[in-house]
């Protein structure tokens, strides 16, 4: 590990932007005011004319992003991830899903850790919405080395992609030099051979916490950081559940649509075993600290633990 | 307002009267369709492809072509006719239309079909999209224009009215929106429904250059054309009269009262073929 600086997975946006900049001509930024924050330094490194704040305005905001697609720009559009895929969802399924335009969608504030701003700020359903429209990557990077590189790579990706990037600060998790990610990819983080966990996003950091914790109790735990949630490293997932028999699933998301429910599809049809839950059950969030949040709705290393002990009681010999 | 030459009046006469046949068959063949919003936009579609339109149907992405955005992509039949018609695929697949598999979609869809710019169907988007190719072309300092046809209904779209704020935001005067202004969507009369009126004055409070036209008179669309400013986007109001060419659609209220069967594809043509339909 070269940096052992916190940095949220939102901090990468900006630094990528301007490495992004640098190396192709036709790209174009677009914001729905509330970049500032994230990625105002950046902003200021690009050509003054590449990057446009389009105003409280997420539905032109999505349909000038396709605009600018169809006349071959690289644009990178984003907002808070509440706005982005509920404000504006009918446009980028129309404009952009539909005619499969290479847009990337950057939602900075994703999940219940964003915090204070409570419930209508807190996208749980964000992975759901997107990952159903066909040919949409979804990629929910879990440090900001992984984040990096994963907004530098979907720059080349003629497809539209959406990146879930979240506001709390994590350890790195990969070197700054590692470009080992890529759409449908996904890292073993730790080998295990009696219970595989996946997970992306912030809870890729619990379930190493957890592995740690399993371990202690004789279960080996293998961790999968599923940074790529569609498409899926389904290979990668299923190899690991055939030797483990058993699946915990882990992510800062409801317990429908997310990464669950797209494992337990791909296992279900593939390799049944049993599959548990580690996420957030048919609730809205709510105002508080992101730790309390993160603690109030289960989304801790002691919940994938507990998970991990049930899915292993539960697999077939 | 300048009278067209003659011999152009009856070119452009002529190109409407193939669309306005072609939208009443495929329309016919097909079983469904907005036939009497589709015809509302034929005289403009004939102008804008016939004249207006800098386009090249042997490279249909030429870079420095003129855009076209439907925004009310249910008038596409009008737009796929126009463009078979100007070369850019094959007549025989205006009869395919709607049909599983076919090229020519219910709505248009830009990378299935030559010629079609952007994809549309779901209200009120149009004008964002125009704006964000008309942007691209400015930060290119490509000459291209992009135009936006809309309906009146969809005016009621939320949308439209970020796009209309960003585009005179972004002084777009690479960007002309031609509303057609029917009076007419799916359920009735637009101003019972829900009134967009003042238009005239919605626009230009929103920074826009505006001009009223007749959307069936060519001299007309091309005087409306010729009013744009610099550093203001431009919308034409084009005034048309729903169903227009066919007597018995003309001035209908519900696209989908009218039953597309045999009998009235047939009186349709028949009309269309002695002339009914005469500016």
């Not at chain 1, 290479?102 to 749980?124: C, F, N, R």
Request: net charge negative; hydrophobic share 45%; aromatic share 6%.
């Amino acid at each position: 590990m070269t940096e052992t600086l916190n940095k949220s997975t939102r901090d990468a946006y900006g630094p990528a932007l301007v490495e992004l900049a640098a190396l192709y001509d036709d790209l174009v930024v677009i914001d729905g005011d509330v970049g500032a924050p994230a990625f105002k330094d950046a902003a200021r490194n690009l050509r003054s004319n590449r990057y446009f704040n389009m105003g409280i305005a997420e539905q032109n905001m999505i349909l000038t992003s396709a605009g600018l697609s169809l006349a071959n720009f690289r644009v990178f559009v984003s907002s808070l991830a509440s706005f982005l895929v509920g404000r504006a969802y009918d446009e980028i399924r129309e404009t952009i899903a539909i005619p499969g335009l290479p847009v990337k969608l950057i939602a900075s504030y994703g999940g219940v850790t964003v915090g204070e701003d409570g419930a209508t700020h807190q996208m749980l359903e964000d992975i759901a919405l997107m990952r159903v429209l066909p040919g949409m990557g979804v990629l929910v990077p879990s440090d900001y080395n992984s984040a990096f590189a994963l907004i530098k790579g979907a720059a080349e990706l003629n497809r539209p992609v959406y990146i879930r990037l979240g506001r709390p600060e994590l350890p790195l998790l990969y070197d700054n030099d590692d470009a080992n990610f890529s759409l449908g990819g996904g890292r073993v983080l730790k080998e295990g051979t009696e219970v595989t966990i996946c997970a992306c996003g912030i809870m890729v950091h619990e379930a190493l916490k957890a592995a740690k914790i399993l371990a202690q109790q004789d279960l080996c735990a293998e961790v999968i950081d599923c940074y790529s949630v569609n498409p899926l490293p389904a290979q990668q997932i299923l190899e690991s559940i055939h030797r483990t028999g058993c699946c915990v699933v882990a992510e800062e998301h409801l317990l429908h649509g997310g990464l669950g429910d797209a494992i337990a599809s791909l296992v279900c049809r593939s390799y049944p075993a049993p599959v548990k839950f580690v996420a957030v059950d048919n609730k809205f969030g709510q105002s508080g600290r992101a730790e309390e949040l993160q603690e109030y709705y289960g989304l801790t290393s002691s919940q994938i633990v507990s998970a991990a002990v049930q899915v292993w009681t539960m697999r077939r010999r | 307002m300048k009278k067209l030459p003659k011999e152009e009046q009856v070119l452009l006469e002529e190109a409407a009267a193939l669309i306005r046949k072609d939208v009443v068959r495929m329309i016919g063949v097909a079983r469904s369709g907005h036939m009497a919003s589709s015809l509302s936009i034929v005289d403009i579609m004939a102008w804008l492809y016939w004249k207006v339109l800098k386009t090249n149907s042997e490279n249909p992405n030429w870079e420095e072509r003129d855009r076209l955005v439907l925004s009310k992509g249910h008038g596409c039949p009008a737009l796929y006719s126009a463009l078979a018609n100007r070369g850019f695929f094959s007549r025989d697949e205006l009869w395919n239309y709607r049909r599983l598999g076919a090229m020519l979609q219910g709505h248009p869809l830009a990378k299935r079909t030559p010629g079609i710019d952007a994809s549309s169907g779901s209200l009120g988007m149009g004008l964002g999209v125009a704006n964000g190719i008309a942007l691209g072309l400015r930060l290119r300092g490509s000459q291209s224009r992009v135009f936006c046809l809309a309906g009146d209904g969809e005016l009621q779209e939320g949308a439209i009215w970020e796009s209309a704020m960003s585009a005179a935001h972004y002084q777009l005067d690479n960007l002309i929106m031609i509303i057609d202004r029917n009076e007419v969507q799916m359920e009735g009369i637009v101003e019972k429904i829900l009134s967009i009126e003042p238009l005239n004055a919605k626009f230009q409070a929103f920074g826009w250059h505006v001009v009223c036209a007749d959307g069936h008179d060519f001299s007309s669309l091309d005087y409306a054309l010729s009013c744009g400013v610099p550093g203001k986007p431009l919308v034409i109001i084009a005034k048309t009269v729903i169903g227009k060419g066919v007597s018995f659609l003309e001035g209908q209220l519900l696209d989908r009262s009218v039953v597309i069967t045999r009998d009235l594809v047939d009186k349709a043509l028949g009309e269309l073929d002695s002339g009914g339909m005469k500016l």
